[in-house]
C-alpha cells in the first residue's frame, strides 16, 4: 500500500517582519490544533534558510485536504507568507524502500 505524506515549505512574504504576536499566537494555535486531529506528522521553523520560515508536514487523506489546511494557516491568511506543497512517498522498512 502506498503511503503518501504532504509537505508544506512556508516562505516569508514582504511582510513577514511585521507581523504580530496575536498572529504567531493564531499560528501555535492553529498547529495545536491540526496535531490534536492528527493532521500533523513533524513541522518546525528553518533556520538559515533565507526566505522560508518552516514547513508542515501533513498525514492527511489527499493531497487535497492538505491543501485545503494550507490555505487556512493564519500566516498563509493574513498575508505574511505564502506555501508550496509537495506529494512525498513514504519509503520505510514496511514497503522495503520502495523496491
Same mark, same amino acid.
Given at each position: 500500500?502506498?503511503?503518501?505524506?504532504? =509537505?508544506?515549505?512556508?516562505?516569508?512574504?514582504?511582510?513577514? +517582519?511585521?507581523?504580530?504576536?496575536?498572529? =504567531?499566537?493564531?499560528?501555535?494555535? +492553529?498547529?495545536?490544533?491540526?496535531?490534536?486531529?492528527?493532521?500533523?506528522?513533524?513541522?518546525?521553523?528553518?533556520?538559515?534558510?533565507?526566505?522560508? @520560515?518552516?514547513? =508542515?508536514?501533513?498525514?492527511?487523506?489527499?493531497?487535497?485536504? @492538505?491543501?485545503?489546511?494550507?490555505?487556512?494557516?493564519?500566516?498563509? =491568511?493574513?498575508?505574511? @507568507?505564502?506555501?508550496?506543497? @509537495?506529494?512525498?512517498?513514504?519509503?520505510?522498512?514496511?514497503? +522495503?524502500?520502495?523496491?
Amino acid at each position: 500500500m502506498e503511503k503518501w505524506l504532504y =509537505v508544506m515549505t512556508i516562505k516569508k512574504s514582504k511582510t513577514y +517582519n511585521k507581523m504580530t504576536k496575536a498572529v =504567531v499566537e493564531k499560528h501555535v494555535e +492553529n498547529l495545536r490544533q491540526l496535531d490534536a486531529d492528527g493532521k500533523i506528522e513533524l513541522c518546525g521553523p528553518f533556520k538559515g534558510y533565507p526566505g522560508v @520560515a518552516g514547513m =508542515v508536514i501533513f498525514k492527511t487523506q489527499s493531497y487535497e485536504e @492538505a491543501d485545503a489546511l494550507c490555505k487556512l494557516e493564519p500566516l498563509v =491568511v493574513g498575508g505574511f @507568507a505564502t506555501y508550496t506543497l @509537495a506529494a512525498l512517498q513514504v519509503a520505510d522498512k514496511e514497503n +522495503n524502500y520502495l523496491l
